[in-house]
């Protein structure tokens, strides 16, 4: 396959390593996986035989090809990717980091917790006109209390 300008040779190697090793971090912590023994073993080999089919495909495809050291750093990539996802716990923060950081504005309400119940969904017009009065009182409120004096 042709070289892109700008590009080192080899460069698609280290995109199917690292492509084929996010795979493989979320083929790991899919439930079915991480609750099995072996899942490191089990990551790898499917995360393989994915690579393995995808170089088999492009055989088929015109302008693509299919190379076994492609296939190769299908296999590696994932492998590292597992080990380091269980081995360090850094690299376990860092892919499980928010996408995007949320920051407090002096002016901006405080975040709610994630515990907290979603917010209520816009009423349509008809529900806003089946709402009684504003000014009557809901019939099953408590009776207003005078505050008590000491």
Same mark, same amino acid.
């Given at each position: 396959?042709?070289?892109?300008? &700008? ?13 084929? &090793?996010?795979? &493989? ?19 790898? +080999? ?19 090809? +299919? ?19 269980? +081995? ?8 499980e980091m928010p996408v995007r950081w ?49």
């Amino acid at each position: 396959m042709p070289e892109v300008p &700008g590009e080192f040779p080899g460069f698609d190697k280290v995109a199917h390593f690292g492509v084929y &090793g996010l795979l &493989g971090t979320a083929l790991l912590r899919a439930p079915i996986v991480w609750r099995r023994r072996g899942r490191i073993l089990l990551t790898v +080999c499917l995360a393989s035989f994915f690579g393995a089919t995808d170089e088999w495909h492009q055989y088929f495809v015109p302008g693509r090809s +299919c190379e076994f050291l492609d296939w190769v750093a299908d296999t590696l990539g994932p492998a590292l990717a597992v080990t380091l996802y269980l +081995c360090w716990p850094l690299y376990r923060r860092v892919l499980e980091m928010p996408v995007r950081w949320r920051r407090r504005r002096a002016s901006a309400p405080a975040l709610v917790p994630a515990s907290a119940p979603a917010p209520a969904t816009t009423p349509t017009p008809d529900a806003v006109s089946a709402l009684p009065d504003s000014n009557v009182p809901p019939v099953d409120s408590p009776p207003s209390e005078s505050p008590k004096q000491f």
